[in-house]
């Protein structure tokens, strides 16, 4: 169990699965021996409420050999015909109550979902120290390859911020030395006991502030073979980005051989030096997990950055984003001035108005 002496806190790593099989394997066998128990949950429908496989069941044999600590849930329906995702999310995250029935108030639950893997260390922590209150784990980001790391952003849009997302492009540091810009804090460690003043949805998607354990292992976003974007899409939480706009598959490939996020919020970028070991088992028993080819230049991929942005304006018809879609390479000599000076005037104005909404939060603070 490593050089620590166990505390008496199980801990229950559980997490939403959706066909992630490569991830599965990775995250079984790497953490086996420090987790007692993962609760894997698995629905027929998508969150739109739409029919889909039970892939676990059709694979259970590959992971009998971790039968004895895996508990798997699978949920024929998530709600009725006029439930919402998030009613639909909901249920489909607290769920995991049912794989709790046995465990004590001093036991720990992971919130996660199946592309966030808890490191190592922070299991060995966690049995060492315990746990008496939530906290958020802070995972380096990764997004469609082990080496393309992604700076940290929420995934939901706070409708207030002008250009909620309009990141700055940013290198990041070597591996072991990567400031938290490329971390982020979605999953959430809690005490069970938690669970009796909280649900696992509210936990982990409430507003309440919680400490943070850093270096808490990896969000693989979009990674797992079964993951990619251009496939997915339409499965994901955020059910309003599934529109055919959204999900036009030569938009959604050029942004993933570009490295940019497919609304535009940001770079996916390489850290330089070699793969931390937990990723390069990963990338050694799943080779398409890491690029092959070497990025695009800057401008372009700055000219599909913002393109993928102002897509999502109302401004443009569906027929003509369809086109331009389609047209892009073609189009390029035309648009990448004009795609470059609106870049560049997205990125101030979003600068120049966050800072003064700083300013206009802390006169208000001053005045009271």
Not at 98 to 103: S, T
Not at 209 to 221: F, M, S
Not at 305 to 315: G, L, M, V
Request: charged share 25%; net charge neutral; aromatic share 8%.
């Amino acid at each position: 169990m490593g050089n620590y002496q166990k505390s008496a806190a199980r801990i229950y790593d559980t997490f939403l699965f959706d066909g992630e099989l490569d991830l599965l394997e990775h995250r079984l066998r790497q953490n086996y021996v420090d987790t007692d128990f993962f609760v894997l949950v698995e629905a027929g429908e998508t969150y739109r409420g739409e029919d889909k496989l039970f892939h676990y069941l059709s694979h259970q044999e590959r992971f009998s050999w971790a039968a004895d600590k895996l508990r798997t849930l699978q949920l024929a329906r998530l709600g009725g015909p006029s439930s919402s995702p998030k009613q639909r999310a909901q249920v489909q995250r607290n769920a995991i109550l049912f794989a709790l029935r046995d465990a004590g108030p001093e036991d720990i639950v992971l919130l996660l979902d199946s592309d966030e893997i808890p490191s190592v260390s922070l299991l060995q922590r966690l049995h060492a120290e315990g746990l008496q209150e939530p906290h958020r784990l802070q995972m380096t980001r990764h997004y469609q390859k082990l080496d393309l790391l992604a700076p940290a952003s929420t995934c939901c849009v706070d409708t207030s911020l002008p250009f909620a997302f309009a990141a700055n492009h940013s290198v990041p540091e070597t591996w072991g030395e990567l400031k938290s810009l490329w971390s982020g804090r979605s999953g959430v460690a809690a005490p069970v006991k938690s669970l009796l003043e909280s649900s696992p949805f509210w936990l982990r998607f409430g507003p309440e502030e919680k400490p943070v354990i850093a270096d808490a292992g990896r969000h693989l976003t979009a990674i797992d073979p079964s993951a990619q974007l251009s496939s997915k899409l339409g499965r994901v939480f955020h059910a309003e980005w599934a529109t055919g706009r959204g999900m036009h598959l030569p938009h959604l490939l050029r942004c993933e051989e570009h490295a940019v996020h497919h609304r535009g919020w940001w770079y996916a970028e390489r850290s330089p030096g070699d793969l931390p070991e937990d990723l390069r088992r990963l990338a050694t028993a799943c080779p398409t997990t890491l690029r092959h080819s070497p990025l695009p230049p800057v401008w372009k991929r700055s000219a599909v950055r913002t393109w993928a942005w102002a897509r999502t304006s109302t401004a443009f018809s569906d027929k003509t984003v369809r086109w331009i879609d389609l047209h892009f390479d073609e189009l390029l000599p035309l648009l990448s001035l004009p795609l470059l000076c609106a870049g560049i005037a997205r990125s101030l104005l979003a600068r120049l108005l966050r800072g003064r909404r700083r300013q206009s939060t802390e006169e208000g603070h001053l005045h009271h």
